[in-house]
């Protein structure tokens, strides 16, 4: 089992930053992919950024160079760091870790751009 909890979600106007973290309650060099993905109201859920247990990190073009993916695998977290926030940017985040086949996700952070 793998527990996740989301922090760092909040109300930011257009062109803010946020930083979200997921705690998660192994140790990440356990987890084979861990990322972050949002659903929108009325929206599918979708993948926003990965990382996976060597750090290889991949982004959905809608963020790239704008967020960024990191993980401290001292204190077995995942941070994104969201830049340049648009209203098309709100969403709640959730983060997902997934063991062999098993996926786990946490309950979910919103994040809520104003513009």
């Known amino acids: 089992q793998v527990q996740l909890v989301e922090s760092g979600g909040g109300l930011v106007q257009a062109g803010g930053s946020l930083r979200l973290s997921c705690a998660c309650s192994r140790s990440l060099l356990s987890i084979n992919v861990m990322g972050w993905y949002r659903q929108a109201p009325g929206k599918e859920r979708e993948t926003v950024a990965t990382i996976t247990r060597d750090g290889s990190t991949n982004y959905a073009d809608l963020v790239k160079g704008r967020f960024l993916i990191s993980r401290d695998n001292a204190k077995n977290t995942i941070d994104l760091q969201m830049n340049s926030l648009k209203p098309e940017d709100t969403a709640v985040y959730y983060c997902?870790?997934?063991?062999?086949?098993?996926?786990?996700w946490g309950k979910g952070t919103l994040v809520t751009v104003s513009s």
């Open positions: 997902h870790a997934r063991v062999t086949i098993v996926n786990y």
